[in-house]
């Protein structure tokens, strides 16, 4: 038979899932795939959780690690498990142990589950059926874009990606979709049970003041223009596309430099790939002081995106954040964010560049001003009024916090 939330086309936002009587809900959040250098993840974990305490509920974060360890944090309580390291992946773990899990989570007694990872851990989802426990899958990533970077064939990544999308929507009381964009593979799939919540940034961590011409002057030598790509160095991000970017407007005589701040299994091969190409690249790898990273966003004329499967995009709000347009892969989520405040590009070098010089053709204080207004439509608070609302746990407010800047938050559905 037919579950009923995989039979339609169209991808309405259900009813709120009724909540206990007891005012705060201890919401256990399990995530895979984090690293101590992960970079969008770790934030939303981090912020969302924050805001659900902040809201008077109990978050519970369940991520793996290198050993056992268990804390109270701003973001609530934190446990980290043992977890294998993924092959490949720069550093990426996973929980492993379903039996050990699943005594902790019932020891737990979560009233809501948050699940993101809808791979490995797409169990939960069942133990959560079988517990009686309304359970939410947030969608990080876009599957098609996963398989596509892993070079799968067009067509079996399609048919691959719809059967996992069928199984999380089969799952869940809910999937979170953080865009439009990243909705429309269940949308494919006819899941009636997607709900729309962005993400947000912190709009007094990145802010334009942070701009500094005497750090651009650093790291360009005296250079006009300075490009910045911040984003792990894994095939899924294509990092090499801002290499070929730079390569290209070289070639047309524009005098830019590039900064490369993160780093993967591709950062090897990068490097020497610049070498070999003679191209003005500095690398600096995983920046882990947030403060350091708003200041390089800030001072960058241009930040670029080429990631395929970003179904959010928070490094790029970021930059926005700090007043710096952004060229973005059209395969992504990112160009829904944008609205005039960047350039949307194909996977080509040429593209890109492209895109870059459209925004510095551009006077530099009307695109900072628009890359600002674009992200003050971002803040936490929305965010997480959003994710609660998904959980049907929504307060009648939620409490500003700082990094929310001094811009009202929009409607619970956050901005569309």
């Keep these: 038979m037919n ?14 899932v009724p909540a206990p009587a007891r005012a705060g809900l201890r919401i256990v959040r399990l995530a895979n795939f984090v690293a101590p250098s992960s970079g969008g993840l770790r934030t939303a ?8 305490r902040a809201a008077g509920h109990d978050p519970v974060l369940i991520v793996p690690g290198t050993a056992h360890d268990d804390r109270s944090t701003a973001q609530g309580r934190v446990i980290t498990l043992p977890g294998a390291v993924v092959p490949g992946s720069g550093g990426y773990r996973v ?14 007694a979560p009233d809501r589950l948050e699940v993101s990872d809808r791979t490995t851990l797409r169990w939960t989802g069942a133990w959560a059926r079988h517990h009686r426990i309304p359970a939410v ?22 048919s691959a990606a719809d059967r996992l999308n069928r199984r999380t929507a089969w799952s869940y009381t809910r999937v979170v979709c953080t865009t439009e964009w990243a909705a429309r593979e269940f949308a494919r799939v006819g899941a009636r049970n997607v709900v729309r919540a962005p993400l947000g940034v912190d709009l007094d ?3 334009p003041r942070l701009h500094d011409p005497a750090l651009h002057r650093e790291l360009t030598g005296g250079a006009p223009v ?5 984003s792990r160095l894994h095939p899924e991000k294509r990092p090499e596309a801002a290499l070929d970017a730079l390569a290209r407007l070289r070639d047309r005589g524009v005098d830019a430099v590039l900064v490369v701040a993160g780093d993967g299994p591709l950062g090897g091969r990068l490097r020497r790939r610049a070498a070999e190409r003679r191209l003005p690249v500095r ?17 960058a004329d241009v930040v670029l995106a080429p990631g395929p499967a970003e179904t959010f995009g928070l490094a790029a709000l970021e930059a926005l954040a700090c007043g710096t347009p952004v060229v973005a892969s059209s395969r992504s989520a990112v160009p829904e964010l944008l609205g005039d405040a960047g350039a949307v590009a194909d996977s080509s070098g040429d593209s890109f560049a492209d895109g870059v010089e459209l925004l510095l053709d551009r006077p530099a204080a009307e695109r900072r001003a628009a890359a600002r207004a674009r992200a003050e439509r971002y803040p936490w608070r929305a965010a997480v009024r959003a994710f609660l609302t998904a959980h049907g746990a929504a307060p009648a407010a939620v409490p500003a916090r700082a990094g929310d800047g001094d811009r009202p938050a929009s409607g619970s559905g956050g901005p569309r």
């Design 95 to 108: 929980l492993t142990g379903r039996h050990r899990l699943a005594r902790l989570l019932e020891s737990l």
């Design 45 to 52: 974990l981090r912020e969302l959780g924050a805001g659900y």
């Design 3 to 16: 579950d009923p939330r995989t039979t339609a086309a169209a991808v309405p936002v259900p009813g709120p």
């Design 226 to 230: 300075l490009l910045a790509l911040c």
């Design 137 to 158: 899958m947030v969608s990080h990533e876009s599957v098609d874009g996963v398989l596509d970077a892993w070079g799968l064939p067009a067509g079996l990544t399609r």
């Design 283 to 299: 690398f600096t790898g995983y920046i882990g002081d947030p403060v350091e990273l708003a200041a390089l966003q800030a001072t």
């Design 205 to 207: 961590r990145c802010h």
